[in-house]
């Protein structure tokens, strides 16, 4: 990676790791495998559905094995059908202040939305914060991203400029990504995978990437990376078409 990237982050190779990184088929048959009632899933692996105490697979997965096992290739090249997109955010003009908020725009195009078969967006993000001794705030700051559909950037800096420093709040337009927010959010290294059903249930041009920082004790601004990766099933020249459009960052005081 850094042949290949010459002078990035090691923010950015920890996102583009765990960016192209996957499960096996035998990691994925062993955690969906394990029986509800089996004595060897603790408690905070499971959650009660509707009276039943049922296993939380996802956070099982994630808690076992991370967000898996690194794809050389996939960190080193876009191809037609896969477009990975990369920001390294580590100058003074770029770094993030804590309490605020930065917006990207990425291109959803007609021939990703349109395309065959099932469509991902990965989205990671890492951070290198300042840190305490002591384990009572820990982290300097804390960060976070989601994904944004159906709103325009305008109402999308209107619903940040409302929240007031309010912390997990489900956003109208969120997209439902594995892991979940709750799930990474407490770590350095997060990534998330939204998967787009075959036929999509909107048709926006753009859905908007946003990533918080929120300050807990230290107030200098933050420097961080963030990838984002288009997939799709069927093989389009995806890649062209994106390199094409331009991601657009707002910053935004919350």
């Not at 290949?4 to 990184?21: A, E, F, P, T, V």
């Not at 899933?41 to 996802?58: A, K, P, S, T």
């Not at 041009?205 to 990533?211: G, S």
Request: glycine fraction near 6%.
């Amino acid at each position: 990676i850094i042949e290949k990237y010459s002078g990035i982050s090691n923010n950015m190779i920890r996102c583009l790791l765990s960016n192209s990184s996957m499960y096996s088929q035998k990691i994925e048959d062993l955690v969906y495998g394990a029986k509800e009632n089996m004595v060897e899933v603790r408690n905070e692996f499971q959650h009660n559905y509707r009276g039943n105490w049922i296993n939380n697979y996802n956070k099982m997965l994630h808690y076992l094995y991370g967000y898996g096992f690194p794809i050389i290739d996939e960190c080193l090249d876009s191809l037609n059908n896969k477009v990975v997109l990369m920001a390294d955010m580590n100058t003074s003009m770029d770094k993030i202040i804590p309490n605020q908020v930065h917006i990207f725009r990425i291109p959803m195009t007609e021939e990703f939305i349109n395309s065959k078969g099932n469509k991902k967006i990965k989205v990671s993000l890492a951070f290198n914060p300042k840190v305490r001794n002591t384990r009572l705030d820990y982290l300097g700051v804390t960060m976070d991203f989601k994904i944004i559909k159906g709103k325009s950037q305008e109402e999308i800096y209107e619903m940040y400029s409302r929240l007031d420093g309010k912390e997990q709040v489900k956003l109208e337009g969120e997209c439902e990504t594995q892991p979940s927010s709750t799930l990474r959010s407490k770590g350095t290294l997060q990534k998330g995978v939204y998967k787009l059903k075959k036929t999509p249930n909107f048709n926006e041009e753009d859905i908007f990437v946003v990533v918080t920082c929120k300050k807990q004790w230290d107030e200098t601004p933050q420097e961080y990376a963030l990838v984002v990766g288009l997939e799709t099933e069927e093989d389009i020249e995806l890649y062209n078409i994106i390199r094409e459009r331009i991601t657009i960052r707002e910053h935004i005081r919350v």
